[in-house]
């Protein structure tokens, strides 16, 4: 008897996954419920779990493939091999106790381990339950690095008869054609997430009239209920008060003024959304991924920063749902976390709006005919200009602006 290792089911918006990993060969005994092999799509990677106990017989589908929904990966004969009786080994030969099991790693996190013939047992995750490529090369890291006992023994300098020959410089003018080796490169395939978001990116370019409007933001009021509350907010829900949830109740605010930005083109015909889905942005080891606020308009201050702060968990350990990236209306992204001053977001197509939120810093501004310092942002709103005017979007940008710098009026509009 015999039973097949099968795709499962992806979401309308994933056709194909490409085989990252098999965790066993053929030969290979499994048991039902086991992970046997990950698959990588463009929004987060799937363990595919055998269905019951067996011997693995055949790989149909290798490492790097292309595979849909329903694709037949490997085939797994139910009757198991018998284990192999060794006779018991002498003291002089007896191996040591079996390791303790390492905590979960992320597909990422094992390749970079088995490259660096790193055993995951020694690896202390950072967040306690799954180790990530980041754990992986700290570890490396450490490693690496010297201790007193183990410096470095000095290197002997050559003498007159051994001195090493001087590298020849490469000739002027030389060049590689494609399928030559530069010693001095790298080439690796790019990751079936990475070409997605490169295809994403390119058809937003292609396919929008993409403009971009900008403005600035007085922090200062924002910052001050955050300094005010912000013990109290997190003794009482259990996660801290970040600047995404204002910007959050605000985009929704403006969204209801303007619901041209809260739209999308299909065909010749204008879909105006009535709900409020908005996308925020997190970067992820494997690249960008925006998970979604599901009807974000009823959600508390509290939830969504709770919404936040498990997307972020979850990007970062690999463990986002296909779900939970779906669809979106508006998306939000944050380069100041990263030190941004100023930039243009690409729109997140087929939505027709998206905000970027960039670095607090502090200027120069006149006050009431008076120069004072204040808390500053830049945030920039890129548009598709074929639904959404010049008008709409600054006034959208405006209406963000006036509801962060009044944070009261979020209560009411947002």
């Known amino acids: 008897m015999t039973f097949n290792i099968v795709v499962p089911p992806l979401s309308e918006s994933v056709v194909e996954a490409t085989v990252s990993e098999w965790l066993k060969k053929v030969g290979d005994p499994v048991k039902a419920g086991e992970v046997v092999v990950v698959l990588e799509t463009d929004k987060v990677s799937l363990e595919v779990v055998a269905d019951g106990d067996g011997v693995l017989e055949q790989i149909l589908h290798d490492k790097g493939a292309d595979v849909g929904a329903g694709a037949v990966l490997g085939v797994v004969s139910g009757t198991a091999s018998a284990p192999v009786t060794l006779p018991p080994a002498s003291p002089a030969q007896a191996k040591p106790p079996a390791a303790v099991d390492a905590p979960k790693a992320t597909p990422v996190a094992k390749r970079v381990a088995d490259a660096n013939a790193v055993d995951l047992a ?52 030389l060049s590689f054609t494609v399928g030559d080796v530069n010693p001095r490169e790298t080439r690796t395939k790019m990751t079936r997430r990475r070409r997605t978001i490169a295809q994403r990116l ?173 808390p500053m942002m830049y945030v920039a709103l890129s548009y598709d200009h074929r639904i959404v005017d010049g008008r709409e979007s600054v006034q959208f940008l405006v209406k963000v602006k006036e509801l962060i710098e009044d944070p009261e009026s979020l209560l009411i509009e947002g």
């Open 202 to 374: 390119l058809e937003a370019k292609q396919a929008t009239a993409m403009l971009t409007t900008f403005n600035e933001i007085d922090m200062s009021s924002v910052m001050a209920i955050r300094a005010k509350r912000k013990d109290a907010f997190q003794k009482k829900y259990g996660v801290s008060l970040g600047f995404s949830s204002f910007f959050v109740k605000a985009v929704i605010g403006a969204l209801k003024a303007f619901p041209q930005l809260n739209a999308e083109i299909v065909d010749n015909d204008i879909i105006t959304k009535h709900y409020y889905d908005i996308g925020i942005a997190i970067g992820a080891e494997e690249g960008l991924v925006v998970p979604v606020l599901r009807d974000a308009d009823r959600l508390s201050f509290a939830q969504i920063e709770q919404q936040i702060k498990d997307f972020a968990e979850q990007a970062r350990n690999g463990t986002l749902s296909i779900e939970s990236l779906m669809g979106g209306t508006f998306t939000i992204t944050n380069g100041g976390v990263f030190g941004s001053l100023m930039s243009t977001p690409i729109l997140n197509h087929p939505q027709v709006g998206i905000l970027g939120l960039h670095a607090i810093k502090e200027r120069p501004v006149v006050v009431n005919g008076e120069i004072v310092v204040r």
């Open 122 to 173: 020694q690896v202390t995750p950072r967040d306690g339950s799954r180790i990530t490529k980041t754990d992986v090369q700290d570890h490396l890291s450490k490693a690496q690095s010297p201790t007193p006992l183990q410096a470095p023994m000095p290197v002997q300098a050559p003498t007159p008869l051994q001195a090493p020959a001087p590298v020849p410089a490469p000739p002027a003018g």
